[in-house]
């Protein structure tokens, strides 16, 4: 190891923007640079790794420690699960009395020995992540690096003689012989109306708001069946008994996700799949063959939706088409069929639906009217048919889509040429290594849909996809296991 006085004042200064996951990782690999100075600049980059995702929730409100990881912890991170298993006791703590009851849900899998698969709270990944950014802050000092976080907005990008010049909004003007840069996604797509007195454009942010509307017994009702959806019921569980619940949630195909349930021993999908596809068409039919084969066997979504991830990290797409074309076809498709989410919130949504307590709809959100004493929504269907329905509170859970809107400093990397968006979504594409403008600056964020020429088969949004992205694209970092760690059998802990 290199000691604090071997760094010259000349060595060089990398700069990091984003303060979640994926700008920790870039964080990690800061260790096998030789640099003299890393700064990290995020709008919260004292809680490094937390994010937009696994913030930390305010003490005493009901719903902190309700957001689940939308995956069996190892599949998030093997590490992570580790350290969930060894602060098991205090997790129990943390987590007893709670509503919804999240201990009870996971005991099934804690009494197979299996914590390593529980649906962990997001915030205990947050502060896994906030402990790892801080023994990689430590052993960076250790080696004589300065490491700075400032928390402020990065605006504009600048690349001249003397290196790379970031303008933050806080009027900073940094100068950085390199820059890694994770902004996270971009913003959920409004809706016209989603923001009024009976209308929320997202639930993060909004849950003192929604509260209210909640313990007044009102009908909730979601925009879109993802993640964010399960998010709000989880909300309305933390609030009020589940015989008083109102919930409605409105997809285009009306159909809740499948659970993605950890069995042991762990397995997963080896698919199949033949190169020379000339066309998406048949690419996609091979695939879909292949996932009906894993269904037909027994396989169930956690495994076959970890199969193929493993086996697109190890064959990229253009192993299989090579027309860029065909190939941006294919990810759009993946998504919807490997769509799984948390096991424990989509059983709980399935049991409700059972009793009358929720109800799936289906069709397009186009707008919400607010009244005096509720909300009205109008929905299209997929013949194009208008209807409208009224309910008590919108919550706008749609994620991401065209007029979705990016950070600032995004935008000024696809105003000046450096980063480059596709068509009118929100994909975008960055060089080889995640490189924009130039070897010295890397750009990586769940909206990432092109790296280099190849398309991602399956979308980089989750954390293990990004974390193995950033450890691709810095060859001297191990590349991250593909395949989940074993649990410990049959160990107990509690
Ligand atoms: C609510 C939510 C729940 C999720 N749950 C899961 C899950 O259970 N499992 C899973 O695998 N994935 C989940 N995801 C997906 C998520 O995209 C990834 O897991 C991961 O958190 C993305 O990390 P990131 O660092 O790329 O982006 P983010 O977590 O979005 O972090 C980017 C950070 O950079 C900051 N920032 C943005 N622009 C600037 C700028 N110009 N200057 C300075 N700072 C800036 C933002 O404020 C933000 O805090 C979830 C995402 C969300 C939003």
């Known amino acids: ?278 066309t998406a068409e048949t690419f996609l039919a091979e695939i879909r063959r292949e996932i009906d084969r894993a269904e037909a066997r027994g396989e169930a979504m956690r495994e076959i939706r970890a199969g193929f991830r493993a086996h697109f990290l190890d064959h990229p797409l253009k192993t299989y088409l090579t027309d860029l074309g065909e190939a941006r076809k294919v990810p759009g498709a993946l998504r919807f069929w490997l769509r799984g989410g948390t096991r424990d919130t989509i059983f709980d949504l399935h049991r409700l639906i059972r009793t009358g307590t929720a109800r799936m709809m289906t069709g397009k959100v186009r707008a919400v009217l607010s009244h005096d004493d509720g909300a009205e929504v109008i929905l299209e269907d997929a013949a194009g048919r208008e209807s409208r329905y009224k309910t008590g509170f919108v919550v706008n859970c749609a994620g991401a889509g065209p007029g979705s809107s990016f950070d600032p400093l995004t935008q000024d990397l696809i105003e000046k040429g450096f980063l480059e968006r596709r068509g009118r979504g929100t994909a975008l594409a960055v060089g080889a290594g995640l490189s924009v403008g130039g070897p010295r600056i890397r750009y990586l964020s769940p909206a990432v849909a092109e790296i280099g020429g190849d398309v991602m088969a399956m979308p980089l949004y989750d954390a293990h996809m990004l974390r193995q992205a950033v450890a691709r694209a810095t060859p001297t970092l191990p590349v991250l296991q593909t395949r989940a760690a074993a649990p410990p059998s049959n160990v107990r802990l509690l």
């Open 1 to 278: 190891m290199r000691d604090a006085d071997s760094k010259s004042p000349n060595a060089p200064t990398h700069v990091i923007v984003g303060d979640g996951i994926t700008a920790l990782a870039f964080f990690e690999a800061c260790l096998d640079r030789d640099i003299g100075a890393v700064t990290v600049i995020g709008r919260n980059a004292t809680a490094l790794g937390r994010g937009a995702a696994y913030a930390k929730g305010a003490a005493g409100k009901p719903w902190r420690y309700a957001y689940l990881l939308n995956s069996p912890a190892d599949d998030i991170d093997p590490q992570f699960a580790a350290w969930l298993s060894q602060r098991w006791r205090h997790v129990c703590a943390v987590m007893a009395g709670r509503a919804p009851d999240w201990l009870r849900a996971a005991a099934p899998l804690v009494d197979q020995g299996d914590i390593y698969g529980v649906n962990a709270p997001r915030e205990f990944y947050g502060d896994f992540m906030e402990e790892t950014a801080e023994a990689i802050r430590t052993a960076l000092v250790a080696r004589g690096v300065r490491v700075t976080f400032l928390d402020d907005t990065a605006q504009a990008l600048d690349i001249g003689p003397e290196g790379v010049v970031l303008r933050t909004a806080a009027g900073r003007a940094l100068r950085a012989d390199g820059i890694d840069i994770a902004p996270g996604g971009p913003s959920t797509l409004r809706i016209e109306g989603d923001d009024t007195a009976f209308s929320a454009p997202s639930v993060f942010g909004h849950e003192d708001r929604i509260a209210e509307h909640i313990r007044r017994g009102a009908e909730i009702f979601c925009i879109g069946g993802n993640a964010a959806m399960l998010d709000v019921l989880r909300l309305c569980q933390s609030l009020i008994p589940e015989t008083a619940l109102r919930f409605v949630a409105c997809a285009p195909d009306g159909a809740v996700p499948a659970a993605l349930v950890p069995r042991l021993p762990r397995k997963m999908t080896e698919p199949t799949l033949t190169p020379g596809h000339t």
